[in-house]
């Protein structure tokens, strides 16, 4: 598929995916989300790729689900096409690492994106909000369920009623971003931290999204009924065998996803 609205670059094992509509702040409509799925979907499978990193602008990670487009449609044509779910689900369905790197906006559908990624890395300008609630409606692709387990009850609340953005500081503090970096290294740092992770077991960084999504969907009892058995399940990998004796012959690691 040859992409308008994205751009794929793929170096050193890592899939940089940037969401160009910069007309538009990158505002989330069907072609682009079509377009994002499909390149996840192809990473995933691509042997070249070991983590990918989503980004946007300096301005604008996406500034949310395009108003343009969603402004005429009417209840039966979202309920009938199940407004961005087909796209979203094969998003969240990547089984390689994938991190969010997020600059400037990252409002409504564009927090709720970030939000879908396995974690978030922050510019120093960066701003998230969800500011539905401003036209009229709410967030319709994850907002009100994965704010709120990321941040608490109380400032998603404050998040979904207000409309205020959030800036990086006080994301990192509720644990919305796993770290702010200065915005001329947002990419350095998340590429970085990117090829730290294809260096890894594929296997294991696998089981690892695996085992922490399943604390979101599960009890603890559950969770760690799961826990248990894919570490148990990670002593039939070659990998298992490499990474102990490598640390125990004081060397590098060299995995081969086995
Ligand atoms: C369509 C958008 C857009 C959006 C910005 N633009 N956000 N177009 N959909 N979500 C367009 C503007 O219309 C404008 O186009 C251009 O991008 C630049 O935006 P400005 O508003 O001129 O920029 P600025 O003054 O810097 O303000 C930036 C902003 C503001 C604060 C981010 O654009 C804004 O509030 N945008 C809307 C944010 C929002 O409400 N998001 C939630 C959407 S609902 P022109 O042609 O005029 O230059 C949602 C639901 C998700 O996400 C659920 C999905 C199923």
């Given at each position: 598929?040859?992409?308008?609205?994205?751009?794929?670059?793929?170096?050193?094992?890592?899939?940089?995916?940037?969401?160009?509509?910069?007309?538009?702040?990158?505002?989330?409509?069907?072609?682009?989300?079509?377009?994002?799925?499909?390149?996840?979907?192809?990473?995933d499978r691509n042997e070249k790729v070991r983590c990918l990193v989503i980004t946007g602008s300096d301005k604008a990670f996406a500034a949310g689900a395009d108003i343009s487009e969603m402004a005429k449609q009417s209840f039966v044509d979202m309920f009938e096409s199940d407004y961005f779910t087909p796209e979203t689900d094969a998003i969240c369905a990547t089984r390689k690492p994938v991190i969010a790197?997020?600059?400037?906006?990252?409002?409504?559908?564009?927090?709720?994106?970030?939000m879908m990624c396995d974690f978030i890395i922050a510019a120093d300008t960066a701003k998230f909000g969800q500011p539905e609630i401003n036209l009229?409606?709410?967030?319709?692709?994850?907002?009100?369920?994965?704010?709120?387990?990321?941040?608490?009850?109380?400032?998603?609340?404050?998040?979904?009623?207000?409309?205020?953005?959030?800036?990086?500081?006080?994301a990192e503090r509720s644990g919305l971003v796993s770290r702010v970096v200065p915005a001329k290294k947002l990419i350095e740092e998340a590429m970085a931290a990117a090829e730290k992770i294809a260096a890894k077991s594929a296997i294991a960084t696998k089981v690892v999204k695996e085992a922490v999504n399943r604390s979101y969907e599960t009890t603890l009892r559950e969770g760690l009924l799961f826990e248990r058995r894919v570490f148990h399940s990670l002593f039939a990998t070659e990998d298992q065998k490499e990474g102990m004796n490598a640390f125990l012959e004081k060397r590098e690691a060299q995995f081969r996803d086995r």
């Open positions: 598929m040859a992409y308008e609205t994205i751009t794929v670059e793929v170096e050193h094992y890592v899939a940089l995916i940037r969401l160009n509509r910069p007309e538009a702040l990158n505002a989330l409509n069907a072609q682009l989300l079509t377009e994002l799925a499909d390149a996840m979907k192809c990473a790197a997020v600059a400037g906006y990252a409002l409504g559908g564009g927090c709720e994106l970030a009229g409606v709410v967030a319709g692709i994850g907002g009100t369920q994965r704010l709120t387990r990321f941040v608490g009850k109380s400032k998603a609340m404050d998040m979904h009623l207000t409309g205020r953005f959030m800036d990086a500081e006080e």
